[in-house]
């Protein structure tokens, strides 16, 4: 059975932390590229953040390019995304989604909450 588990999502300040978690297990995870998606409320579901299997490539959107940083480990099917320099437009609900290729299949999990406010 496929999953995908978030967690380290919390409330923090504007300009602060957070790393963000996804457990992956059931599937061959070290093959999937991974990615990091949010939905902000009244929103579309948006790309944040993504990585090829290998870890050798990664890409961001724009608004988070220089403060968030993608990561995983192979050996412990586990994928992250550090969060910096946090702003209040960061808000959102945070997904981990895996990609066997393009065109799929994806797996998603169900998110962790992320709010940034004073």
């Known amino acids: 059975q496929v999953q995908l588990v978030e967690s380290g999502g919390g409330l923090v300040q504007p300009g602060g932390s957070l790393r963000l978690s996804c457990a992956a297990s059931?599937?061959?995870?070290?093959?999937?590229?991974m990615n990091w998606y949010r939905q902000a409320p009244e929103k579309e579901r948006e790309f944040v953040a993504g990585?090829?299997?290998?870890?050798?490539?990664?890409n961001y959107a724009d608004s988070v390019k220089g403060r968030f940083t993608v990561s995983r480990d192979n050996e412990k099917n586990m994928l992250y995304l550090q969060m910096n320099n946090l702003r209040a437009d960061d808000t959102a609900l945070y997904f981990c989604?895996?990609?066997?290729?393009?065109?799929?299949?994806?797996?998603w999990g169900r998110g962790t909450q992320v709010t940034v406010s004073s």
């Open positions: 059931g599937f061959a995870f070290k093959d999937y590229a």
């Open positions: 990585m090829i299997s290998t870890g050798r490539w990664s």
């Open positions: 989604r895996a990609a066997a290729g393009p065109a799929g299949p994806y797996y």
